[in-house]
């Protein structure tokens, strides 16, 4: 199959939308001189959505739809003295462009979140977002307060924004792309009130009704250690879908995310809706024990090489005794 070209805004000539007709997935060098294989996006091409990308020397980040399909922290910014839109240096686009903007700097969370919400209503691409359902309240130690709640998958960026009240003061946080957070900094033995709303490029939901929690006296708990974590992965946040899991977004501040571009090999995300075991309703990554894994930069690097501690929520059928099954390889 011909191969569809978008642009020449990077070093190389041949970046695509998509390559081979979507076969064989997504390229793109938009602002740097590195080719990145994206992998196979999780929304059908031939539909409109809004792609997006940010180049620094820090980072290089492809989005549809807001959604993370590929992340790297190696990147080379440049951009090319001769570009061209809807031409490579060989091939040409075939399809619509109704709109493209770029910026003299990376954006942050809140002004992408603009940008997308004023595409997405301008061009009514996506349905209403829903209130999220079930929020729940647990207290871990006098000053940390775990939050669940749900929301029916979707193929475009939600931020949930959690409001917490302590009767004098009201305090939004943005979680994105998330069903769950760890609330910390809070006063021993306090009443809190919390409501989640959702928040992305199809506008706002109405909030949960609130809820409320008090947490732990001092020396009732001790909080979870947050800062410290190299790797953070949530099957129920950072999760980019196409055929399979892609992209698994480390919740980490490191950016350690688990990646898998090639269709064949990517593991599946199970939710509730397809599978009644999952512990209470949570999702989950499920690897077929014949091909699917994901990828791991070097994150246990630097200072971290000296010590270190994994908790994995797991589980696994039995099988014959001759059946050997690997989970990670992270040792020597």
């Known amino acids: 199959m011909p191969s569809l070209p978008r642009h020449r805004l990077g070093a190389n000539d041949w970046p695509h939308f998509p390559y081979t007709n979507g076969a064989i997935d997504l ?9 990145h294989e994206i992998g196979k996006p999780p929304q059908p091409l031939d ?12 980072e290089w980040t492809c989005r549809l739809n807001g959604l993370p399909l590929f992340q790297t922290a190696s990147n080379s910014v440049y951009f090319r003295s001769d570009p061209l839109l809807g031409h490579n240096t060989d091939d040409w686009f075939l399809g619509d462009i109704a709109e493209v903007i770029v910026y003299d700097h990376v954006l942050n969370d809140a002004e992408r979140m603009t940008v997308g919400a004023y595409l997405g209503s301008k061009y009514k691409l996506y349905q209403p977002l829903p209130v999220p359902t079930n ?8 000053h940390q307060v775990s939050l669940q709640w749900t929301a029916p998958a979707r193929g475009d960026h939600v931020n949930y924004v959690v409001e917490r009240s302590d009767g004098a003061h009201s305090v939004q ?10 609330d910390s900094g809070l006063t021993p033995g306090t009443i809190y009130t919390y409501q989640v709303q959702a928040q992305g490029y199809a506008g706002v939901s109405a909030p949960t009704s609130p809820i409320t929690v008090t947490t732990l006296l001092d020396g009732g708990g001790t909080d979870v250690p947050l800062a410290s974590t190299r790797l953070w992965l949530k099957a129920d946040a950072g999760i980019s879908v196409g055929t399979g899991v892609n992209l698994w977004v480390d919740q980490s501040q490191y950016g350690n995310n688990a990646t898998q571009i090639v269709t064949s ?3 599946q995300l199970v939710t509730s809706a397809t599978d009644s075991t999952l512990p209470n309703n949570e999702p989950v990554v499920r690897f077929n024990g014949t091909s699917s894994y994901l990828t791991l930069p070097n994150f246990m690097s630097g200072s971290a090489t000296n010590a270190g501690e994994v908790f994995m929520v797991v589980r696994a059928p039995l099988t014959p005794a001759a059946t050997w099954r690997g989970v990670w390889r992270m040792g020597a």
């Open 47 to 58: 539909q409109f959505n809004i792609y997006n990308i940010s180049s620094e020397s820090s």
């Open 265 to 267: 090999n990517q593991p």
């Open 27 to 35: 390229n793109d060098d938009w602002g740097s001189q590195t080719m």
């Open 173 to 182: 946080i943005a979680v994105p792309d998330s069903l769950s957070y760890i």
């Open 135 to 142: 929020l729940t309240a647990t207290p871990l130690s006098p």
